[in-house]
């Protein structure tokens, strides 16, 4: 184990959610930046993605101060991964970024491939959309002309129309530009703790015009960004058109602005407008409708409601909310166009519940008087309600939420976002998990979760249940059956957190009226025998709040099992029935705390595992394995799964060369190497096991890193690396060229530049 040295297997991506995941995650080298990082991602379960190109195997985030953040893996594997820098996951960047961007364009049935048929990862990512009648091409990697023409045919035979968009390293884009005029670029850009999106423009002998994909919109002729413009003609750069000759002035005439009466106004089959003709206003959408008003004839009419609203289908109809009738104005393309404004829309048939929306824009005539509602007098439309702050979202939901407790019930998602004023459809499901941790805390061992309370549609755990779980520092994966028992056990124990709030306490026994005196020997040793039951009764009940006082739970379990002999009194199976409860709910309680001492144990493991002495790791691991032991099997499963992977690790470490025999075969190494660079000649691995000391050879990737590292520590930056006399196959670079280059802070070559860059550097000591 190596305790001083850099870490030799440096990554920068990553994805979240599960090996096979299509979820990118970047992590940024500055520590500053790491902070930031963390909580975004609470439950910090990382993978080397298959999509990248990993292994699958879990990594865990390092922060530093004195070198760069970065990922490592849990546990050692041979990992074949090739690129692990910043731009190694902008493919899947890439793909989530259009897919989203065709979906807010309300396009239908978009779908990911990032391996298209004969493709390998990060050479193409297709999206398609309209039920696969339409298709976005990234082209990633380099290709030939030939090559590319055979593509664009193959995938235009069955389709409607294909879009491509070219990454920085392809080189077909100069052909798609003379073949049609222009070209659209892609790049991912480092933006904080992520990769945004940019899309450019390239024309002939000018720069490339990026811009950010949000202001692109598709087309039944493709894509148009903000450098070009769709019309009769199809779509043309913007600098073809001339400008047009500037208009004789005219005095404007001001707006009229009136206000509508309520729920008087109803559209149907919106299409969103064509922002070339009318430019929406910030956060706002425009759409052209077909408009009913209440007692008139249909008309088309354009209509701006906010744009973080839900975008309405077409089919239904829909009822406007606190909606303005505008005339007149620049927001019009012609003099008699009128505009409606509105704040929201609510689906009619549904409650009234508002809904946000976006739609398409269009040509209306005046409503008749009477929907007109006075005596509202002209006045400048408002612009959409400020949605509430996360603060105020979580004190809702927890007040809410409560409320529900104390009735015993459960509450839906609806509900929830109606009373903290939230559009359900901005709630997405990692939203949803932010707001309810938050709601949950602040945690204490034991506690029940109040977000149990939340219903999916068949009455079970709400979709993000396991989420806020995890998030909350529970590591162990749950079945579904599994995750409805803990939601429902966890709903049972939160409404008997609040019954007490509720529900007045029964009366005392000692409080009830006396029965009357039976007078014959029967009823005298009835009496005697009551009088008996009752004193121990009491006693019982006196030694159950003794142990619960003094938070004797086995105490407790015995009180309970002789009260369980009086259970023929009514009195003694509520007082049974509520000792209980509370020994479940102290056995959860128990439970709770080792699988959160578990899970902090395993997390510690998993940050700072690689970077322990073996002996620091193998008291972590007897602790673990303690913890598991008390928790069962049956409950920690997964847990024990991944104490043993650690285990093997830990096995393989003590088989692993020490710092120091790695700094004595560097110095041996190295000074090969400097007799190497005054012959002027290369040599390979192999060799250097048999000149050096023959357990070289067959060392793991990661330990001849870290003996290249050490060997060039001390190089000067402006002197050739002596690793680069270490030749591979065939003359070329060796396989760890590059991962050496990275760790020493030195620039590295592109994968297709790796060769002409091994090449000068050994020009380089040929010269020296």
Known sequence: MYLDEEDTRKVQTAVFGGPDSDTPVFLPMDAVDFDAFVPRYPQRTFYCGSLLGGCGNRLSAKKYKDKKCHFAHVSTVHCRRVASDESSADHLYIGQAVARWLKQQNQKYVQISYKPKRRQVREVVDVRYAAGGRL??????????????????????????????????????????????????????????????????????????????????????????????????????????PEPAPAASVVSQPPVTLQLAAETVTFTAAVATDPEIAPPEPLRLLYDAEVHPLGSAVTRARISLPAWAGIPESA???????????????????????????????????????????????????????????????KESAGPAALPDDAQIVAVFRETLEAVARSRGVVKTATLAKRAQVPLDTLTLERWRDLLIEVECPRTPGKPFISALIKAPDGGPAPFFRDVLFGLGWTRDFSSAELRAICDRDRRRVHAAFRKETVQPAPSPRTLAPEPVRLNSAGETEKRLDSQLRAAHDALADQAHEAQAAE???????????????????????????????????????????????????????????????????????????????????????????????????????????????????AAVRTVLEGCARQARTTTWSELGKRVNRRLASLHPDDRVA??????????????????????????????????????????????????????????????
Not at 157 to 184: C, I, T
Not at 218 to 232: E, F, N, Y
Not at 352 to 368: N, S
Not at 734 to 750: E, G, I, K
Request: hydrophobic share 40%; net charge negative; aromatic share 6%.
């Open 552 to 666: 004797n739970v086995e105490a407790a379990e015995q009180t309970a099992f002789l009260l369980d002999q009086l259970a023929g009194s009514g009195e003694s199976t509520i007082a049974l029935d509520e000792l209980s409860v509370w020994i479940v709910e102290k056995r959860a309680e128990e439970l709770y705390a080792t699988w959160h001492d578990l899970a902090s144990l395993l997390d510690r493991l998993d940050s700072e595992g690689d970077d322990l002495h073996p002996d620091q790791l193998r008291r972590l691991l007897n602790q673990a394995e303690i913890l598991a032991e008390h928790a069962g099997d049956e409950m920690v499963g997964d847990d024990r799964r991944h104490i043993e992977q650690w285990r093997d690790y830990l096995t393989m470490l003590n088989k692993r060369p020490t710092l120091r025999e790695i700094r004595s075969y560097a």
């Open 136 to 241: 976005v091409r990234v082209q990633m990697a380099r290709q030939s002309k030939s090559l590319w023409e055979a593509d664009d045919t193959a995938l235009r035979l069955n389709r409607e129309s294909v879009e491509w968009l070219f990454a920085p390293d392809s080189m077909v884009a100069n052909w798609q530009m003379d073949k049609q005029g222009y070209a659209l670029r892609v790049q991912c850009r480092t933006q904080g703790t992520s990769r945004a999106v940019e899309i450019g423009t390239q024309f002939p002998d000018r720069p490339v015009e990026w811009t950010k994909l949000s202001e692109c919109r598709i087309t039944s002729d493709g894509i148009v960004t903000p450098s070009l413009i769709h019309g009769a003609q199809g779509i043309v750069p913007r600098h073809s058109v």
């Open 707 to 768: 003996v290249l590292v050490e060997v060039d520590r001390e190089t000067p930056e402006r002197k050739p690396l002596y690793s680069v006399l270490i030749a591979g196959q065939g003359n070329r670079p060796h396989s760890l060229y590059r991962q050496v280059l990275f760790n020493l802070d030195r620039p590295v070559p592109p994968a297709e530049a790796v060769q002409m860059h091994w090449r000068m550097a050994l020009d380089d000591h040929r010269a020296l």
């Open 316 to 378: 239904h109809t829909y009822m406007l909310l606190d909606a303005v009738l505008t005339y007149g104005g620049p927001s019009q393309h012609a003099a008699d166009d009128w505009l409606i404004t509105a704040q929201g829309m609510r689906r009619v048939g549904d409650p009234a519940e508002p809904q946000g929306t976006g739609m398409h824009p269009g040509h209306v005539t005046p409503p008749p008087a009477d929907l007109i509602a006075p005596p509202t007098v002209a």
